[in-house]
């Protein structure tokens, strides 16, 4: 299955590697082409499944088409410019939250960086798993309160861009892991994040969920789509009970509104 988060993944007369011809900034893209060939993008060596299918993120900021180059099994080279369409990034000002989340001492400020350290060496990973692959479906239903790649301003104060999607959702509210993969970060008090989740889905490509009121799964543990993960909560830096969804390719964000998933 080749959902991707743009246009369909098709080869071309004059290509035999199949990739949209545009997507959006924030996208997670997915191409396939022969087995046994090697792709790149940007000249960084990509990881290509047995059967020729491999993935790669394109950033919130990125302005430059991504140029895949691919050397297939009988020689040919194919050279592939995927057009980035520029999207508008309004500002979204949030109230409320725990001012000493948006100005922690020094102290505190210690402790976020050790926690989001420990959290981005988790995004490093490049397992040879094709649970990407196989579709995502929504980890839980409700109104999406907060969208990705928005400048967020707290309490007044301008912070990073918004990495996720937010829903907002009862308290207590099941989280199901929206594709397959294995759980390789969980841990119920990050200062920011709160209850906190990562899962790799393999290729690079991973999803986070933070704010959990409780965790269901543990660090190593396999998960199928669909599996309870989390109930929805509003720990850490969090005005109300919801779920922020995150997804990575490796350390850039992606909008996981931007993937193909079935209706809510």
């Known amino acids: 299955m ?3 988060t743009s246009d369909d993944a098709r080869a071309t007369p004059t290509h035999r590697t199949a990739l949209p011809e545009s997507v959006q900034q924030g ?8 087995p046994g060939s090697t792709v790149a993008l940007h000249g960084k060596a990509l990881r290509v499944s047995s059967d020729g299918r491999f993935a790669f993120g394109v950033g919130r900021d990125e302005v430059r088409n991504a140029r895949v180059d691919v050397a297939l099994p009988d020689g040919t080279r194919e050279r592939i410019d995927v057009a980035v369409k520029k999207r508008d990034w309004p500002v979204e000002r949030v109230t409320g939250v725990p001012q000493k989340t ?14 989001q350290a420990a959290v981005a060496a988790e995004r490093n990973r490049d397992d040879d798993r094709p649970d990407l692959f196989n579709g995502f479906i929504w980890p839980l239903d409700g109104r999406i309160s907060g969208r990705f790649g928005r ?8 912070g990073a861009p918004h990495s996720g999607t937010d829903i907002a959702a009862p308290q207590g509210t099941p989280i199901r892991a929206p594709a397959a993969g294995v759980v390789v970060f969980a841990d119920a008090d990050l200062y920011l994040t709160g209850g906190t989740v990562l899962i790799d889905h393999g290729h690079g490509v991973g999803s986070n969920f933070l704010h959990l009121s409780k965790l269901d799964v543990a660090a190593g543990q396999r998960v199928e789509q669909g599996d309870v993960i989390g109930r929805v909560g509003a720990t850490g ?21 931007l993937l193909e998933l079935p209706p809510r």
């Not at 996208?27 to 022969?34: I, W």
Request: hydrophobic share 35%; net charge positive.
């Open 237 to 257: 830096r969090a005005t109300g009970p919801h779920l922020h969804w995150g997804l990575t390719w490796f350390q850039t964000r992606l909008d996981p509104q």
């Open 2 to 4: 080749l959902s991707g």
């Open 151 to 158: 400048q967020r301003i707290y309490n007044g104060t301008p």
């Open 102 to 115: 948006v100005d922690p001492p020094p102290e505190i400020a210690a402790r976020i960086a050790r926690e």
């Open 27 to 34: 996208s997670l893209v997915f191409g396939r082409t022969r």
